[in-house]
């Protein structure tokens, strides 16, 4: 059972556009939530975060939006950077109880020059 | 200069061999963790500890086993049982109270031959 979901395996886009990753989850508890970036062969690294009192965060180019009705979180990248072609997964947590993370499967942003 | 340290990046072992792979912080952090990635799929946590002396099995811990004796360590033992123990391995930690992300180690390529 998939708490949390990226159905796109993979996005491409130009150079100075927008790069919107999207993640779904099902467990209502969950109250934040991650973003991460992977390159190949390296450990994830972490992008932005959010709590559940909030529905945006930003910082820098990342800006992430949550939708607690639609449970339903998203990554905007603006202006997207060929340096920004990665593996991106999020992550959510239920940080009243034990300090697990459920990740997605991820999706492979392709940025192109 | 703190950070995650995991040995070695590469590991290369027989069928029916047990394996220990590092992992080691210098972070004072509480909580660490224990992931696999396989190719498709996103990070399904093995084992994780919120204290020293104290460990929880995560989603797949089956063939798996760890010890934290000290805050600082988190090694992870693949066994023999562990039926497909090819995969990239990737520990984790945070401070283990409140909203706060993980930080990642460079991981461990373990392949067996």
């Known amino acids: 059972d998939q708490q949390v979901k990226q159905n796109s395996p993979s996005l491409s886009v130009q150079e100075g556009r927008i790069s919107i990753l999207n993640c779904d989850y099902t467990?209502?508890?969950?109250?934040?939530f991650l973003w991460y970036k992977k390159y190949p062969a390296e450990g994830p690294t972490f992008l932005i975060s959010?709590?559940?009192?909030?529905d945006k965060n930003e910082d820098g180019r990342f800006t992430v939006f949550l939708n607690k009705s639609a449970k339903h979180l998203s990554l905007h990248i603006v202006p997207s950077q060929p340096g920004d072609s990665a593996v991106y997964f999020c992550a959510a947590s239920d940080t009243s109880g034990t300090y697990k993370y459920i990740f997605g499967t991820g999706t492979r942003l392709k940025v192109l020059a | 200069d703190g950070g995650i340290t995991q040995s070695p990046k590469y590991l290369f072992r027989k069928e029916g061999q047990n394996v220990t792979l590092s992992c080691e912080q210098n972070l004072n952090h509480d909580a660490m963790y224990w992931y696999r990635q396989d190719p498709g799929q996103g990070l399904r946590l093995i084992y994780y500890?919120?204290?020293?002396?104290?460990?929880q099995k995560g989603d797949i811990a089956e063939g798996y086993s760890v010890s934290r004796e000290k805050k600082e360590s988190f090694p992870l033992t693949v066994t023999s049982a562990q039926k497909n123990p090819t995969a990239f391995y990737l520990c984790?930690?945070?401070?283990?109270?409140?909203?706060?992300?993980?930080?990642f180690g460079p991981g461990t390529r373990l392949t067996v031959l």
């Open positions: 467990n209502s508890m969950f109250d934040y």
């Open positions: 984790a930690s945070s401070i283990g109270q409140g909203n706060n992300e993980q930080f």
């Open positions: 959010i709590s559940s009192i909030k």
């Open positions: 500890s919120q204290i020293v002396n104290d460990f």
